[in-house]
């Protein structure tokens, strides 16, 4: 279940990044938080780039920068999302990247488009099978060794932090959430095709990051 504070957040753009920041200070900041999928990925030239479930841009920024940053003067970043109106704002919000609306279990992309799929705070939304069609539309969408990197929660390792993560899932997410933590990622993927997945833990296990290889 969630609270009257899920359909606010979701609509008043202000409320969602307010909460987003209060709880990236659990890592560092929204600025660390943002790099958390980031971490030891190389920004080749023309690198492709799909931020899936994209919302109202908050990720896509980042990428951006971090493609603006690494020289390569090359590479576009594409956003995916299934709301019009995350789109509308995301549009204004990050004018340099393109924006394309789908539903991430039927993406609207060519076989082997992108070098990197990037995922924030997203797959917790998803029923069990439709999870299952995603990863997989994932692993059709890279190009053969390209990465999908992605943030989400993950049951806490230690148990200071499971009164936070729950109070946070209590008020503002459903039982997909609830799901998501207790379910194996890395398996998963791996039974998916991904040659290889790494998962690092962070804010005592609330929170992990997952890189796979294609
Ligand atoms: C919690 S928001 C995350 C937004 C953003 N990535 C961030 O880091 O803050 C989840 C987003 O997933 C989108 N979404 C949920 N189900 C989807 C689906 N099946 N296909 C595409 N987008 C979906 C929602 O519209 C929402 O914008």
């Not at 909460?19 to 990236?24: P, Y």
């Not at 970043?77 to 279990?105: M, W």
């Not at 099978?129 to 929660?153: A, M, S, Y």
């Amino acid at each position: 279940m969630a609270t009257f504070l899920r359909p606010l957040s979701y609509r008043y753009q202000w409320i969602y990044d307010g909460f987003s920041r209060l709880a990236a200070i659990a890592v560092g900041g929204e600025f660390r938080f943002r790099q958390l999928t980031l971490s030891g990925i190389q920004f080749q030239p023309n690198l492709q780039i799909l931020d899936l479930c994209c919302g109202s841009g908050q990720a896509t920024q980042f990428l951006v920068d971090r493609l603006a940053q690494s020289g390569t003067g090359s590479g576009k970043v594409i956003g995916l999302d299934a709301s019009v109106r995350s789109l509308d704002r995301a549009r204004h919000n990050v004018p340099a990247a393109k924006f394309v609306e789908g539903f991430a279990e039927e993406l609207p992309f060519a076989d082997s488009s992108f070098d990197l799929v990037h995922t924030s705070v997203a797959l917790h939304e998803m029923q069990p099978d439709q999870l299952r069609e995603i990863l997989q539309q994932v692993h059709r969408v890279l190009k053969p060794n390209g990465i999908f990197t992605f943030v989400d929660f993950h049951q806490p390792t230690n148990l200071i932090f499971i009164p936070g993560l729950s109070l946070f899932l209590f008020l503002f997410e459903t039982e997909t959430a609830w799901n998501l933590i207790q379910t194996d990622l890395v398996k998963l993927l791996i039974e998916i095709g991904f040659q290889e997945a790494k998962q690092t833990l962070y804010a005592g296990g609330s929170l992990q990051v997952v890189q796979a290889r294609r």
